[in-house]
């Protein structure tokens, strides 16, 4: 199961769209918040499923998620925009979510910087903003591979 990872979009429709193109033949694209509408109207273009949460500045949106936890080939994964777990300040609130969700690998956003790190066992995978990249990174998203069980996650740079 190969997976698009964006988040931070902020109604940059166009690179969002680039980010997709470049991503190649995914099978499901995840949006990791902010802007929420965003994730909806790639929905409506694409001919896979999307998948996606609110985020701090989709605070208008009360009914959707802020949270999903998915299950793909055995691997469950959390979706989150970030901002609930605190994560501009670290980690940790994010990395006892997962661990009592049982999550092997935690999408989040917010921070518009892409990380792409293991810690506890547990994938970190951030893909950044496609839209408005912060801390000296590029405009950026990523791609995770399920199979067998295992996972790898790449981030990319968006091709301009």
Same mark, same amino acid.
């Given at each position: 199961?190969?997976?698009?990872?964006?988040?931070?979009?902020?109604?940059?429709?166009?690179?969002?769209?680039?980010?997709?193109?470049?991503?190649?033949?995914?099978?499901?694209?995840?949006?990791?918040?902010?802007?929420?509408?965003?994730?909806?109207?790639?929905?409506?273009?694409?001919?896979?499923?999307?998948?996606?949460?609110?985020?701090?500045?989709?605070?208008?949106?009360?009914?959707?998620?802020?949270?999903?936890?998915? $299950?793909?080939?055995? =691997?469950?994964?959390?979706? !989150? #925009?970030?901002? %609930?777990?605190?994560? /501009?300040? &670290?980690?940790?609130?994010?990395?006892?979510?997962?661990?009592?969700? $049982?999550?092997?690998? =935690?999408?989040?956003?917010? !921070? #518009?910087?892409? %990380?792409?790190?293991? /810690?506890? &066992?547990?994938?970190?995978?951030?893909?950044?903003?496609?839209?408005?990249?912060?801390?000296?990174?590029?405009?950026?998203?990523?791609?995770?591979?399920?199979?067998?069980?295992?996972?790898?996650?790449?981030?990319?740079?968006?091709?301009?």
């Amino acid at each position: 199961m190969l997976l698009g990872i964006i988040s931070d979009t902020h109604q940059q429709h166009k690179e969002a769209k680039k980010a997709i193109k470049q991503m190649g033949e995914i099978e499901q694209l995840l949006h990791a918040g902010d802007f929420y509408e965003d994730a909806m109207k790639l929905a409506e273009q694409l001919t896979i499923s999307v998948k996606a949460v609110v985020g701090n500045c989709d605070w208008y949106i009360a009914d959707k998620p802020n949270e999903l936890l998915l $299950e793909f080939e055995n =691997v469950k994964i959390l979706l !989150t #925009h970030g901002h %609930i777990n605190r994560v /501009r300040f &670290g980690y940790d609130n994010l990395l006892e979510r997962a661990k009592r969700m $049982e999550a092997r690998v =935690v999408v989040f956003g917010h !921070t #518009h910087v892409p %990380i792409l790190e293991e /810690r506890d &066992g547990i994938l970190l995978f951030n893909p950044g903003s496609v839209a408005t990249p912060r801390g000296g990174s590029k405009p950026s998203f990523g791609l995770l591979k399920v199979h067998q069980g295992k996972v790898h996650g790449e981030i990319l740079s968006l091709i301009e």
